[in-house]
């Protein structure tokens, strides 16, 4: 009779096990289904879209371009005419349209470089700024003012007036030189313009972050 | 070594054995990014002795030359760990419940030669079709199972049904 | 945070290691749970065992159920999980020659590793035969290499294949699987018995 | 098959399993905000989308003005019945309720700030959590003795083709010198990228 009963006892566990995994598969089903979540949290992001630290001065940008700054890479997120026309020296071409594609992505995805995105105005850079830094990209930052402010500031800088401190004098000097770099000749230049030091040729490889897939087999 | 010798016979609950198998799946998942396997060792075997022994051959042969490479030697795999553990693992388990001594298990309607006769060609069988299906039961059928791959369960299909329909001609073998 | 070792969490050398490891615990639960004599796996295709049955199909179950839930808990990546590729007819003609190799043999290589480790002389003879199988193919690949190669379907899953919900695929297979279980125990009963 | 019998460990695995399944389900609390559109659908909208609005056509009655800018900034002066939601704000829960709402009533969000470069975050943060309806209004606002002005202004106008500039004025330059200057224009960078090899995930048996 104990026997009877034991059968019966372990029966009912095996259809409480059986029910159990029941339970669960089914319970796959039924949880709600929800986009997978993709980059870095909203509340983290909107802290960075927040901080303004991600922002670099046109005369900053000027002094590590003169000083030839290996780990400065930067981006024009431009279309293609207003690149060809004019961007800032060594400068790749990244379109926003082609922001996320596979090919610029080494540039983007990497923690060599320091990368400056610019456009126009700061409008269209900010946007591709936010969007990389939701996929989590390392170390970028725009351009504040983007080309417009280039202009204002360093190719064609505004000159101080008598009463303005003395630091303004500086300033203009030392933007009156930059624009020299950048190709800009001044009728009062005495001397022929010396040559000017030809920006040498840099070579950027971008090591790609190896992510080994996950090969498997038999 | 009286209960040793008692519960040789008393294996896991099949459904315990089960459960925690699922668990190594899921583990070798998460961990690897890969499932379990085993003739895959068994393949790395027989290229590296085919390559010791016959490099030139191996270097143009198509098959052979998929897996040896300079730097890495083919025992060097993945898989052949794997196997490696198996049997620690099995020595282990075996030990414990005092399941370890040299023997031929058949039933007893046969005599030992023929079962080896048909574990030889057994082995044959399987080592091609596994390396036709890259991969075996444990392999392609349970992995592939877990990741939901259409080429394991077409596998496990195959191989489960294939055995259940050429059962009859072996029976006298088994039962 | 998806599998480890492709993402970098735990470094790439750690990885012949964790291979032992997992191996020593596929052995141990494998012989456990009696895969190490033949004819325990030989019993259910003559229905005096299920234990392959039962084992094979709780080690699916679980492992498709856990997988899925981690995946939709975000703790795992199933896009980044290997997909065993499907090359429709090899595994055909592959299943079928390793069924009768099944059958014929009594093991298949993960337990036969086992029954060579607890010191079975059919299992090494076993596993010659696999290594002697793995040597014709390897020799008359030319033969084989159609077939080896042909019709890749890629490395895909059946919600692309049959275009099923994962998840109402995964909760039919439990109920096949639970269904299976009950059948065995019913065919199980009603056979004969036979002590190994 | 005495094993059958011996079901005292599996119950135990079971319940553990049941344990180890609702701890995991119960402690994973669904974040309380979650992208809607992954970044490629977001970068595919600001692209393509107009989600410019100018001054002149703004009382449109489904549109409702918010304006980003912080609390001191909307008392000095804000365009008429504009709402203020601070961009660092906009995950709050009672904003986030507000915009639920206008969402539901099919209402525009028309956002605008000081500049609309200041906009840009409000703006893409709302596309990506799923709201459909967000326009940016493209306007300056400035103080005249604390009055507000708010002008139009057109997104990214070049200032001026300063390679015209530059040529211009070496020129204007070399005209002064007569010897004829030669400016090397900067060498074009050759740029190696190495392509991301896709390393196939080999395996097989």
């Not at chain 1, 566990?13 to 029941?22: D, M, P």
């Not at chain 1, 940008?61 to 293609?80: F, G, K, M, T």
């Not at chain 2, 690897?32 to 143009?60: F, L, Q, W, Y």
């Amino acid at each position: 009779m104990v026997k009877k009963k034991v059968a019966k006892v372990l029966d009912l566990r095996y259809v409480v096990l059986a029910g159990i995994l029941i339970i669960l598969a089914g319970g796959l089903v039924l949880l709600p289904k929800y986009e997978k979540h993709e980059g870095i949290k909203p509340e983290q992001l909107l802290s960075n879209v927040i901080s303004p630290e991600r922002y670099i001065s046109t005369d900053k940008l000027a002094d590590i371009l003169i000083n030839q700054d290996p780990s400065y890479l930067l981006i024009d997120v431009r279309d293609e005419e207003s690149y060809t026309k004019y961007s800032l020296p060594n400068a790749i071409n990244i379109p926003l349209k082609k922001l996320l594609s596979e090919d610029f992505e080494a540039y983007l995805n990497q923690d060599q470089y320091n990368v400056v995105l610019y456009s126009n105005d700061n409008f269209y850079a900010d946007q591709a700024w936010i969007i990389c830094n939701r996929l989590d990209y390392k170390n970028l930052n725009v351009l504040k003012g983007g080309i417009n402010k280039w202009y204002e500031t360093i190719i064609n800088p505004p000159k101080p007036t008598e009463n303005m401190p003395a630091e303004a004098f500086e300033l203009y000097t030392f933007r009156k030189a930059a624009s020299m770099y950048f190709g800009v000749a001044y009728p009062e230049q005495f001397k022929a313009p010396v040559a000017k030091k030809v920006v040498p040729k840099k070579v950027i490889t971008v090591k790609k972050k190896k992510k080994a897939p996950a090969e498997g087999g038999c | 070594m009286k209960n040793n010798q008692k519960n040789r016979h008393v294996y896991w609950n099949p459904y315990f054995g089960g459960f925690l198998f699922g668990i190594l799946i899921l583990l070798t998942f998460y961990i690897t990014g890969r499932g379990i396997g085993a003739s895959g060792a068994m393949k790395s075997s027989v290229v590296t002795i085919v390559d010791t022994v016959a490099p030139t051959h191996a270097e143009n042969n198509a098959y052979y030359s998929k897996f040896i490479s300079d730097e890495k030697s083919p025992m060097n795999t993945w898989l052949v760990f794997e196997a490696l553990g198996v049997l620690i693992g099995a020595f282990i388990s075996g030990g414990l419940t005092g399941r370890i001594s040299w023997r031929v298990q058949h039933s007893p309607k046969i005599t030992s030669k023929r079962r080896l006769v048909f574990a030889l060609g057994g082995g044959i069988l399987f080592g091609l079709g596994a390396q036709i299906a890259r991969g075996c039961t444990s392999g392609a059928a349970l992995s592939g199972m877990a990741v939901l791959s259409t080429g394991g369960f077409i596998t496990m299909l195959a191989i489960f049904g294939s055995a259940f329909a050429f059962a009859y001609f072996f029976r006298k073998n088994w039962i | 945070m998806g599998p480890l070792i492709p993402n970098g969490i735990i470094p790439q050398d750690w990885d012949s290691i964790i291979a032992i490891l997992i191996g020593l615990v596929f052995g141990f639960v494998l012989e456990a749970s009696g895969f190490s004599s033949s004819r325990k796996l030989a019993g259910i295709f003559y229905g005096y065992d299920f234990a392959v049955l039962k084992v094979f199909f709780t080690a699916a179950v679980v492992a498709l159920i856990g997988m899925y839930y981690m995946d939709y808990l975000g703790y795992v990546d199933i896009t980044q999980m290997y997909v065993h590729p499907t090359y429709l007819w090899g595994a055909i003609i592959g299943g079928v020659i390793m069924g009768i190799g099944f059958v014929a043999g009594g093991f298949c290589p993960g337990t036969s590793l086992c029954a060579v480790a607890i010191g079975k002389v059919d299992a090494i003879v076993y596993v010659i035969g696999i290594i002697i199988g793995v040597f014709i193919f390897s020799e008359l690949f030319f033969l084989f290499q159609p077939i080896y190669e042909g019709y890749f379907m890629g490395n895909i899953t059946l919600a692309d294949s049959l275009g099923v919900n994962p998840y109402w695929f995964i909760f039919i297979f439990t109920l096949i699987a639970i269904l299976s279980f009950v059948i065995s125990d019913i065919i199980r009963k009603r056979n004969k018995k036979i002590f190994y | 098959m005495k094993e059958l019998e011996k079901t005292k460990r599996i119950s135990i695995a079971a319940t553990l399993t049941i344990l180890i399944v609702l701890i995991a389900v119960l402690s994973f609390e669904r974040p309380k905000h979650l992208y809607k559109v992954n970044s490629i659908n977001t970068l595919e909208k600001i692209v393509s989308a107009d989600y410019f609005v100018s001054l002149d056509d703004i009382n449109n009655p489904n549109y409702v003005l918010i304006d980003v800018r912080n609390q001191f900034e909307y008392e000095k002066g804000n365009i008429e019945n504009a709402i203020n939601i601070t961009t660092s704000e906009i995950l709050s829960d009672n904003n986030t309720d507000i915009l639920k709402e206008i969402e539901e009533k099919e209402k525009i969000a028309l956002l605008y700030g000081a500049r609309p470069n200041d906009v840009n975050g409000a703006f893409l943060m709302m596309t990506q959590l799923g709201y459909k309806n967000v326009k940016i209004l493209t306007v300056n606002n400035s103080y005249l003795d604390n009055q507000l002005i708010t002008k139009n202004v057109t997104i990214e106008k070049s200032v001026a083709d300063i390679q015209a500039f530059i040529d211009e004025s070496v020129k204007k330059a070399s005209k002064g010198v007569k010897k004829k200057v030669v400016v090397k224009k900067p060498a074009k960078k050759v740029i190696t990228v190495k392509k991301k090899k896709k390393a196939p995930a080999e395996g097989g048996c």
